[in-house]
């Protein structure tokens, strides 16, 4: 039956029988698990001693080149970074993807084993998640890879074939675990925290066992994913921290049973957020959990700059003695869908500044993301799901296949267990535009950056991209656009300014005295084409009109009295535009008071003054008005009043000439004691010449 041995496992695993879960999966050396691994090529390159247990008898080991080679993508070397330094790679979804009918290439564009592909690129270290019983159950995967420990086997056998060692990232999850969720195993249920704490020990040891039978070379023990906010369900630190504990001694016994040096990780994310961070190491250390390694995950453009990820990684060896990893790190290569089902990272809103959607981007963001790391002790660097490419073409309906296989990040047989998401959202991989081959199998040139860190590579200095040009325009006036735009070279040390030409034609045909969007064709010194995106429209010339800036000095408060009736609120339920508004309020006494704001190069032209207010319990001898005053003196006036919360008065003032640039605006108010209100908003258009 298709599903006959994933319901075993599940079967066994729910009744904590994993041994005979696992001798009918062929863990222990025989069944599919073995057969596949048989298939192997066994000679050892370098003489290298045979695996042991149910693993191939040879291991082909693959060197570092010995100095800087010739490559289509630039690498700046790192000199001083150890031949040691962990070169990672999560491949959880490989037998899966395989599965789903996807092929894997080499460099010479010949079908491979993907592990190979990865050990030849330099890859040294294959990380892989492992879930509880990832199965609903009728023995229907969940999908993310279906990563059961029979996976993990098999997949640990091949990356142990390539001289690689493997990271065991138990999730205690029956599917995926990070900041948003920790779902308990179903088989954990209903259990106190001592009783989940022996069962985790129980599947940590049960599990750890038979991988290094099988002859996996584990080299760490991830004790929980990204476990921020919990773990298996449990959310108070001290059950948390037991549940750490039981984890940890399992590892330590394994170890020791086996003889073998496993190094325990513990793995966090947001570490943009330093001192939750410090906290936690503090906290792991006054509960007393044994770990060797403290895991980060760290993703550019979503987890702050490499200065933070370097303070944190020093701060957690220096103050904890404790050894740091970047447990999970990655960067798109290109912008494009490759399954049709959305992407994590989804275009030029998530680009990191100085870097694009291209595989030399690719390449340099992991050299600068290694570079940081080595720079600050840390150990080494894991890539996410590098492996992870799309399933069927973008258009077309790939639904079936990730159902059948789990190559999806998640099937709506998991919609049960994990409703709040995978119920919603299942569907395809969104990870296909930042894995480092490409859509249909082949590696990237950026593969190759994980042999290249020490000595780098040469290259023809080469454009990488150009960012998006953009550029508005007032209605009315002339055209602005850039004379030199950025351009950014393989070689980041060759950036530059470069001198740009319009086509005129374009910039002569756009009607400027109407709004609108507008695409205009420019040329490079070198030939290079290259596009502005240019948007005509009214522009707000009032700096920080809304208040919304924490420097609010190009606007001057003046008051009658000792008291000042005025403040900068934030309060978003006064504010016609974000958060912040200019308030206004006196408990016992009547308030006299204004701001303007002076105004200097504008256009000369006609302009429209206009702002928000609201407000209430003001009298008949309440006065407030809009002003706008020109250099000469000549002012432009227009009176309303608050006529309740959120009843928002639009005063405009239109018909403003400016002769010389210069032009003071704002609002005065003299108001009866307890009124109040907020004015927000102040526009200043140019409306023509």
């Known amino acids: ?184 195993p179903k088989a954990w249920e209903g259990m106190s925290v001592q009783e989940k704490s022996e069962a985790l020990a129980a599947f940590t040891k ?111 060896q220096e103050k904890y003695g404790k050894k740091v990893i970047i447990a999970e790190t990655s960067y798109c290569y290109t912008s494009e869908d490759g399954d049709g089902s959305g992407n994590s990272f989804v275009g030029t809103d998530d680009l990191v500044e100085g870097y694009g959607a291209t595989v030399q981007s690719q390449a340099t963001m992991i050299r600068d993301v290694c570079a940081a790391a080595n720079e600050a002790g840390v150990s080494g660097v894991f890539y996410w799901e590098g492996v992870w490419i799309p399933v069927g073409e973008p258009t077309a309906n790939n639904s079936p296949i990730w159902e059948e296989f789990g190559s999806g990040w998640a099937s709506s047989y998991a919609s049960d267990y994990d409703p709040d998401d995978a119920g919603l959202y299942y569907g395809g991989c969104s990870w296909d535009n930042q894995a480092m081959f490409d859509f249909h199998g082949y590696p990237l040139a950026s593969l190759n950056v994980w042999k290249y860190l020490k000595y780098g590579t040469t290259a023809p200095l080469a454009i990488d991209y150009i960012p998006e040009i953009y550029s508005t325009s007032d209605v009315g006036s002339a055209l602005a656009l850039p004379e030199t735009i950025d351009v950014i070279y393989n070689d980041r040390s060759a950036n530059a300014k470069v001198a740009v030409t319009w086509d005129e034609a374009q910039i002569a045909a756009i009607d400027t005295s109407i709004g609108g969007n507008y695409d205009i064709a420019g040329t490079l010194e070198d030939g290079t084409p290259v596009v502005s995106h240019v948007e005509v429209k009214m522009l707000n010339h009032v700096p920080n009109p809304s208040f919304e800036e924490a420097d609010t000095s190009m606007w001057t408060v003046k008051y009658e009295g000792d008291k000042n009736p005025t403040d900068f609120q934030i309060k978003a339920d006064d504010a016609h535009d974000g958060v912040v508004a200019f308030h206004f309020w006196s408990e016992d006494s009547e308030m006299t008071f204004f701001i303007e704001q002076d105004l200097s190069d504008l256009e000369p032209g006609t302009y429209q003054l206009m702002v928000y207010a609201q407000g209430g319990d003001v009298n008949e001898e309440c006065s407030m008005e809009l002003y706008a005053v020109a250099s000469d003196g000549y002012e432009w006036t227009e009176p309303f009043m608050v006529a309740g919360w959120a009843n928002w008065q639009e005063p405009t003032i239109p018909d403003i000439k400016v002769t010389d640039g210069r032009l003071t605006i704002g609002v005065r108010m003299h108001c009866n004691p307890r009124s109040w209100g907020t004015v927000d908003e102040f526009t200043l258009n140019r409306i023509s010449d």
């Not at 979804?93 to 894997?104: A, D, I, R």
């Not at 020791?256 to 961070?277: L, P, S």
Request: charge should be negative; hydrophobic fraction near 35%.
């Open 1 to 184: 039956m298709k599903h006959s041995r994933k319901k075993l496992l599940a079967l066994c695993i729910s009744v904590g029988l994993l041994s005979t879960a696992l001798s009918g999966c062929g863990a222990g050396g025989s069944g599919p698990a073995a057969e596949s691994s048989d298939a192997v090529q066994t000679e050892s390159a370098d003489g290298a001693d045979a695996a042991q247990g149910g693993a191939a008898d040879g291991v082909v080991n693959f060197s570092l080149p010995d100095g800087p080679e010739e490559s289509e993508i630039y690498i700046e070397p790192i000199p001083d970074i150890s031949d040691d330094f962990i070169r990672g790679m999560d491949a959880s979804s490989v037998l899966v993807e395989e599965k789903s009918g996807v092929k894997y290439y080499n460099f010479e564009g010949e079908e491979q084993d993907v592990f190979m592909t990865l050990a030849q690129a330099g890859v040294n270290y294959i990380r892989l998640r492992v879930w509880n019983n990832p199965y609903d159950e009728n023995g229907n995967g969940y999908g993310g890879g279906n990563n059961d420990l029979a996976t993990a086997i098999e997949l640990g056998q091949r990356a142990t074939k390539y001289g690689m060692k493997v990271c065991i990232d138990f999730h205690y999850s029956d599917f995926w675990a990070d900041p948003k969720r920790q779902h308990a």
């Open 206 to 316: 049960e599990s750890l066992s038979a991988l290094l039978d099988a002859g996996v070379d584990v080299g760490m023990v991830q004790i929980g994913n990204e476990i921020n906010n919990g773990m298996a369900g449990e959310t108070l630190a001290p059950s948390v921290y037991t549940l750490l504990l039981s984890g940890s001694g399992a590892v330590r016994e394994i170890s020791k049973t086996y003889d073998k040096d496993i190094q325990i990780v513990v793995h966090y994310t947001n570490i943009e957020e330093a001192d939750k961070i410090d906290t936690i190491a503090l906290n792991l250390l006054n509960f007393g959990v044994d770990y060797d390694i403290f895991g980060l995950s760290y993703y550019p453009f979503w987890d702050g700059t490499n200065e933070n990820m370097q303070n944190v990684a020093r701060n957690l």
